[in-house]
C-alpha cells in the first residue's frame, strides 16, 4: 500500500488519543491556550502593522549571499502583494494560523474536555499533524538563512525596519521553541520529512512562477545569471539543512517526553498520578491514561 494514516503518525486506534495537541505537561489547558492566542495576535498585529506601514512608506534591505555581493532592495507598496512569494512571510503567516486555530481547539478541550480537532475526518487530522511538523522546523531555516547567509548589515536605523526583522527572523524561531517546548505532543514520524522536502519543492516553483509572472526574484541566489551550481549547491544545503533540523526538533520532543515522565510516581509498584486536589489516581491500568494534571481518562 502506498499510503497508511499509520505511516504518517495516525494509528488504526484513532488520532492523539491522548489529547497530546491541547495539553501539556507542564501548564494547564487554558494557560497553554492563552500562550497560544497571544502568539497569534502578535503574528496577525506585526503583518497588519508591517503592509499599513509599507503601503505610505519605503523600506531598506541590505541582502548578500555566499557567492553574491551586498545589495540593496528598496521595498514599498509593491511589498504588500510581493510577500506572498516570500519563504519568510508565508511562513510568519502559517505561524499566525496555526496559532490561531490551536488556540481555540485548546481553549475548547480546556472547558469542554472535548476539540473540533478530534471530531475532524481522518484526512483533516492529518494535515493538522503536518502542520505541526512545518512550524516547528521551517521558522528555524528561516531564521538561520537569514542571520547566516543574507543579512549584510549595517543595522537598519529606523525602527520599523529593527522590529521588522527580528519579528520575522527572530521571534518565529521563539514562536517555534514555545510550540516544541510547552505542548505534549509526541515526535513527528520520519516520514513527515518528506512532507517538508514536498513543501520546499512546491515554494521553488512557486518563486519561478513569481519570476515569469512578476518579474524578479524573490532570493537573488535563484537567478540562473549567477550559475546553475550554484542553485543547485543552494538547493542541496537548504534540503540538507531542513533534514537536520527536522532531527533536532525530533530529538527535542523526544526529550521533553523523556524529562517530563521523570516525574511519575509509583506506589505498591502501580504508577500513579496526584491530580491538583491532591488526590492520587493509579494510571497502570491500560483503560486509564492521564489528560493532564486536572483530570483523567477511562478508556
Request: aromatic share 18%; charged share 10%.
Amino acid at each position: 500500500m502506498l499510503f497508511s494514516y499509520d505511516l504518517y503518525g495516525i494509528p488504526p486506534s484513532g488520532f492523539d488519543p491522548e489529547r497530546s495537541f491541547v495539553r501539556s505537561h507542564f501548564l494547564p489547558p487554558v494557560v497553554l491556550a492563552i500562550i497560544r492566542a497571544t502568539i497569534a495576535l502578535y503574528c496577525f498585529t506585526t503583518i497588519i502593522v508591517c503592509y499599513s506601514w509599507l503601503a505610505h512608506n519605503q523600506s531598506t534591505t541590505n541582502l548578500q549571499d555566499v557567492n553574491i555581493s551586498s545589495y540593496t532592495i528598496i521595498t514599498g507598496s509593491n511589498g504588500i502583494g510581493q510577500s506572498f512569494s516570500f519563504f519568510t512571510y508565508l511562513t510568519y503567516w502559517s505561524l499566525g494560523f496555526y496559532f490561531l486555530f490551536a488556540s481555540m481547539h485548546t481553549f475548547q478541550y480546556a472547558y469542554r474536555r472535548t476539540t473540533w480537532l478530534h471530531a475532524w475526518p481522518r484526512p483533516l487530522q492529518l494535515l493538522h499533524s503536518f502542520y505541526y511538523s512545518t512550524v516547528t522546523c521551517f521558522p528555524f531555516l528561516v531564521s538561520i538563512v537569514f542571520w547566516c547567509t543574507m543579512y549584510s548589515g549595517p543595522w537598519p536605523e529606523h525602527r520599523f525596519e529593527q522590529w521588522i526583522n527580528i519579528s520575522v527572523h527572530g521571534l518565529n524561531s521563539l514562536f517555534a521553541i514555545v510550540e516544541i517546548v510547552l505542548p505534549a505532543t509526541a515526535p513527528p514520524p520520519w516520514t513527515h520529512i518528506s512532507i517538508l522536502l514536498v513543501v520546499l519543492s512546491m515554494y521553488l516553483g512557486l518563486a519561478y512562477l513569481t519570476r515569469f509572472t512578476g518579474g524578479f526574484y524573490v532570493y537573488e541566489w535563484m537567478n540562473p545569471a549567477h550559475g546553475w551550481v550554484s542553485i543547485v549547491v543552494h538547493i542541496a544545503c537548504y534540503t540538507a539543512g531542513i533534514l537536520c533540523i527536522f532531527v533536532l526538533v525530533q530529538g527535542v520532543i523526544r526529550l521533553r517526553n523523556k524529562l517530563a515522565a521523570r516525574g511519575k510516581e509509583y506506589e505498591d509498584g502501580k504508577e500513579i498520578i496526584r491530580l491538583a486536589d491532591g488526590s492520587k489516581v493509579d494510571v497502570s491500568s491500560k483503560e486509564v491514561y492521564v489528560v493532564d494534571t486536572y483530570s483523567v481518562r477511562v478508556v
